[in-house]
């Protein structure tokens, strides 16, 4: 198998790892594979693969689509290292409202499945990150939502303390103020 899956904290988040073979040319792995995927229980159909580009103390999040439109996403770091967030937000969960979060790097061959119901972020720890996501539904503005990074009641341990922020990102709303529509 290519793959080893680590369920965390909030067992639908999985940590994936990818084996790479590596020699003195450098390395070759997969970094995903819809058969071992759905040997896990993962049935994502990918369709829109995003790539971005950030410097050290970027904040980017906490985002996610509402239903219909809403994304599943497979994360992984092309270069740099970040710190990877994702928070419950599937009304009467018992994780709701509660955050998973995860260092990635480009040397350790690892990303982060998230499915629906969930809001994610992350902020970047080396000098510049590649981030590369894949997710299960196209971009649509009119279903596009977000949270504060800084929500009091999630209490997300940011490893930064005054964080790079879009315009946008600096406006979003309060878990408790948004119109979230999934449910456990």
Known sequence: MSFTFKRLGIPDIILVESKSFKDDRGFFLETFKESQFLSMGIDAKFVQDNLSYSIRGVLRGLHYQKLPKSQKKLVTVIKGKIFDVVVDIRKNSPTYGK?????????????????????????????????????????????????????????????????????KDNELKLLKNTNTNFIY
């Open 99 to 167: 955050w998973v979060g995860e260092i990635i790097s480009d040397n350790e061959h690892k990303s982060l499945y998230i499915p629906d119901g969930f809001a994610h972020g992350f902020c970047v720890l080396s000098d510049e990150a590649l981030v590369s996501y894949k997710v299960s539904n196209e971009y649509s503005s009119e279903h596009e939502q977000g949270i504060i990074w800084n929500d009091p009641e999630i209490n997300i341990s940011w490893p930064i303390a005054h964080p790079i922020l879009s315009a």
